[in-house]
């Protein structure tokens, strides 16, 4: 089984990030697919869902009306388009998770940091 995540990098306050999760070993479509991020000395938090079919997401307030997710179930990604980012409440490390009853697998992350 493999998350993996890519997209991260550096960005100016108020710009535009789409992450991505390339996913392998498991029937992807079965799960659903979440975004997580933790940023230093902090916990990590919940950032958005989607259902395994896509049709259902649901956002942290946090990121509500900036962050979308979606997912392509005949490629094994999902993704996370990011606008109007802020230095303090979006520079984390974000990791994706896919999620099956009681069966969960995490990815390693990929850090995002938004800077001037």
């Known amino acids: 089984v493999q998350l993996v995540e890519s997209g991260g990098g550096l960005v100016e306050p108020g710009g535009s990030l789409r992450l991505s999760c390339a996913a392998s070993?498991?029937?992807?479509?079965?799960?659903?697919m979440s975004w997580y991020r933790q940023a230093p000395g902090a916990v990590r938090e919940f950032v958005a869902i989607?259902?395994?079919?896509?049709?259902?997401?649901?956002y942290a307030d946090s990121v509500k009306g900036r962050f979308t997710i979606s997912r392509d179930n005949a490629k094994n990604l999902v993704h996370l388009q990011m606008s109007s980012l802020k230095p303090d409440d979006d520079t984390a490390v974000y990791y994706c998770?896919?999620?099956?009853?009681?069966?969960?697998?995490w990815g390693q992350g990929t850090q995002v940091t938004v800077s001037s």
């Open positions: 070993g498991f029937t992807f479509r079965y799960y659903d």
């Open positions: 989607i259902g395994s079919a896509g049709g259902t997401t649901r």
């Open positions: 998770k896919a999620r099956s009853g009681s069966v969960e697998y």
